[in-house]
């Protein structure tokens, strides 16, 4: 093997682990038995944190109850058969973009961790899950998702990503079938 083909596959794995370090991750403790939208049609949106941001925590429960909305439920209406969504996010931050920059392999990352829960009205654990969201710039598919200079962005622009990347996998846990 020459020094070329070596570079290459030291640079491939570099790569590699670029893509590896860029990844949300989802643990799910209790799967539904069947899509929620068959349980109930309103959702109760209750999002909290400690030493969490009060404006964080507004905007990913508003993203939630629109993703929610989109998906066919109706939500913080009083009906016989609503399900209760418990999110308690245990950590959040945005990250640096600068480090995210010009260092990269995860320096500077933004991340949203999190616990979401549906019950039904007794109480009773209907799916919960575990979710780490990270922003790290180098994610593939996020500058389609959310626009072409994303990776380029600040604070304001990786907490949008990582909220809408958490209400996104929330709602979908509901939907699993």
Not at 12 to 23: F, K, N, P, Q
Not at 132 to 149: A, D, I
């Amino acid at each position: 093997m020459d020094i070329k083909e070596r570079r290459l596959g030291k640079l491939g794995i570099i790569v590699l682990s670029m893509l590896l370090v860029a990844c949300s991750t989802k643990t799910i403790s209790t799967t539904p038995a069947t899509s929620l939208k068959r349980v109930g049609d309103t959702v109760m949106v209750n999002v909290t944190g400690q030493d969490i941001d009060a404006g964080v925590l507004d905007q990913l429960t508003r993203e939630i109850k629109g993703q929610l909305i989109i998906a066919g439920f109706d939500v913080d209406k009083e009906t016989d058969k609503k399900i209760n969504l418990k999110v308690l996010v245990t950590a959040f931050t945005p990250g640096n973009a600068a480090l995210r920059l010009t260092v990269g392999f995860g320096a500077g990352r933004g991340s949203l961790l999190y616990v979401a829960e549906y019950t039904d009205k007794s109480g009773q654990t209907l799916a919960k899950m575990e979710g780490r969201e990270r922003f790290t710039g180098t994610e593939v598919g996020f500058n389609q998702n959310y626009g072409g200079l994303t990776t380029l962005g600040g604070a304001e622009t990786s907490t949008t990503v990582l909220i809408k990347e958490a209400a996104k996998h929330i709602v979908e846990l509901a939907l699993k079938q």
